[in-house]
């Protein structure tokens, strides 16, 4: 039997990111993706201009039908939600569909370069951070990690050139680590133009290093957890999938950079992803 992941998430025209990315990405890694839409929007909200079809009054649908169709899952993702009272059906989603072997992983969406996305308050931000207690697998870029851990953002990427940035960064995230079997994977932390990952669990630190190239691209965040989510539903171990995650990311940005590219649009990661059959 395929396995199936419920994906809670949005739908944007344009940007990459969200179910764009999860749906191809689970689909060639064997996993059947079950899309559980939190918006449908005409774009992601980085472009000068978008519009945002709300499904907050939907989104209890899907849990009653699916419940009702005698539907599981193996796993269960979330990511973009256009609002608070989102996190309480999704909080309610986790509670009806995991089973002892389901994989929840939660991507705390919120934020990136220090700055919320523009939809974003610290209401909805509060009650995220509730819900990254019940994942099995967290997946914040380093802002949202911050945000988490109440860390001041600007404070630590000052100290990005010290040697032991890495260690004060493991230090936060293993505090962070909400239960014992909890494992956090954090993204984008740049320093000395290398772009390092980390993985983090109450008794383990490991990072993945990779070239720099530009700032941070639409839905970058999105690729990378929806390959983490694909692989622990596959039974593979976190240090490698983030490895495996962080190579996908450098060739697919390598490839986008080689043209003029606007960050909003996303990177060319479609003609890879042949690379994670
Ligand atoms: O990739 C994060 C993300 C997802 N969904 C929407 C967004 C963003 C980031 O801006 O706007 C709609």
Redesign the pocket.
Known sequence: MIKKAAVI??L?GF?K??LT?AIAILSVMGVQPCPMPT?V?T????YKN?Y?IDLTNELHHYGEMWTKNNESFDGIYS??V?GEKQIDIITDFILKFRRSHTIVLVDP?MA?NGRL???YNADICKKMCELTKSADIITPNLTELCIISETDYNELISKADDKNYLDIISDIAQNAISHRDQQIAVTGINKDGFVYNGVFSKDESYFTKSKQYGNSF?????IFSSIICASAINGIKLTDSVQTASRFLETAIADTVKEPYNRNDGINFEKFLYQLH
């Open positions: 998430n949005d944007s940007g990111c969200s990315a918006a929007l774009n992601q909200t980085g978008h945002c990511g973009y256009a969406v990136d996305y523009s939809a639409s839905g970058t965040g999105d």
